[in-house]
């Protein structure tokens, strides 16, 4: 594991579907993968069992998502060995003091011995008896503490944290009872929300970032930008594809979600071009600005987004 006051640093190698990110820990992740955030019962399993055969080697879930059963399902399906295969799932906010159980719930319903990659959901130690209080006596610091002790037990490959801005990240890092650094930070990353602050900061600490909602989720306001749109027919291309390269090109994984066969099959279609350092930079300089998911529906109290990432 990565262990604090080392100079850590993570890598990219090859392009396209073949992109793979090595992280602080020594091991590789496929930098595209299939998310699973708001599909619908018994639509999970057949997207994943599609992905799987298509290609895709990277998988990500959540307990709070309520579908790893299906994802496990799928995952058998597909008939790819396990051990081809890279699975995250999340720890759930009302579960921060039971960390042991969590992962537990999650390796068995996704019908797996391991998870590659385990994630602090959210900086939120929400009260599971009223979700909308946090505890007043544990906070995610304690939460990380406790995720620490799983390394090491053969039930996660590597940790890591979600939707964590820098204030919270150098408060984890700061923390005497921070041995290991996380692998990953898993936050909202697209052209409206580029983040390039975080980004740099996650990297100079040798934390590596993948991009959820890396398309700007369902109707993306995305899908209607004039430049964006006249970047993708000059390139022959999809606005998801772009978007997509865009990501990876920044050195960050993509996990875009979808349920249909044909939009997971040309979201993989990314191989034998690239995006030019000026598509790149007309990329990032995108106006407009909106956020998929806020912290409004945290318990009162816990804001974890400052918007100062920029």
């Known amino acids: 594991m990565a262990q604090k006051g080392q100079q850590l640093k993570t890598f990219k190698e090859g392009k396209?579907?073949?992109?793979?990110?090595?992280?602080?820990?020594?091991?590789?992740?496929?930098?595209?993968?299939?998310?699973?955030?708001?599909?619908?019962?018994?639509?999970?399993?057949?997207?994943?069992?599609?992905?799987?055969?298509?290609?895709?080697?990277?998988?990500?879930?959540?307990?709070?998502?309520?579908?790893?059963?299906?994802?496990?399902?799928?995952?058998?399906?597909?008939?790819?060995?396990?051990?081809?295969?890279?699975?995250?799932?999340?720890?759930?906010?009302?579960?921060?003091?039971?960390?042991?159980?969590?992962?537990?719930?999650?390796?068995k319903d996704l019908k797996t011995d391991y998870v590659d990659l385990y994630l602090m959901h959210w900086p939120s130690s929400t009260d599971p008896d009223d979700l909308k209080k946090s505890y007043t006596d544990w906070n995610f610091i304690d939460t990380w503490r406790?995720?620490?002790?799983?390394?090491?037990?053969?039930?996660?490959?590597?940790?890591?944290?979600?939707?964590?801005?820098?204030?919270?990240?150098?408060?984890?890092?700061?923390?005497?009872?921070?041995?290991?650094?996380?692998?990953?930070?898993?936050?909202?990353?697209?052209?409206?929300?580029?983040?390039?602050?975080?980004?740099?900061?996650?990297?100079?600490?040798?934390?590596?970032?993948?991009?959820?909602?890396?398309?700007?989720?369902?109707?993306?306001?995305?899908y209607k930008d004039k430049t964006l749109l006249e970047l993708a027919e000059k390139k022959g291309k999809t606005p998801q594809q772009c978007m997509l390269m865009w990501g990876l090109q920044r050195e960050t994984s993509v996990i875009p979600k979808s349920v249909s066969p044909k939009r997971i099959d040309a979201n993989f279609e990314l191989d034998g071009w690239e995006l030019t350092d000026e598509e790149m930079q007309t990329l990032s300089s995108l106006k407009d600005r909106f956020k998929v998911c806020g912290d409004g529906w945290l318990p009162a109290g816990v804001k974890v987004f400052f918007g100062n990432d920029e």
């Open 146 to 222: 406790e995720m620490q002790k799983l390394v090491g037990t053969g039930k996660v490959r590597n940790i890591g944290v979600s939707n964590f801005d820098q204030e919270n990240l150098e408060k984890l890092l700061a923390a005497d009872s921070t041995t290991i650094v996380p692998a990953v930070n898993q936050i909202e990353l697209h052209p409206n929300h580029p983040s390039p602050k975080l980004l740099k900061y996650n990297q100079s600490q040798g934390i590596h970032s993948t991009a959820y909602s890396c398309l700007g989720s369902t109707d993306s306001p995305l």
């Open 16 to 107: 396209g579907t073949k992109t793979v990110f090595t992280l602080n820990t020594g091991d590789k992740m496929p930098g595209v993968g299939l998310g699973t955030w708001q599909s619908k019962p018994n639509e999970v399993r057949e997207a994943v069992k599609h992905a799987l055969q298509s290609g895709y080697r990277h998988i990500d879930t959540a307990l709070a998502y309520g579908n790893e059963s299906e994802v496990g399902d799928g995952i058998i399906d597909s008939g790819v060995p396990r051990n081809e295969i890279w699975l995250t799932t999340k720890l759930d906010n009302p579960w921060h003091k039971r960390v042991p159980e969590g992962i537990a719930s999650s390796l």
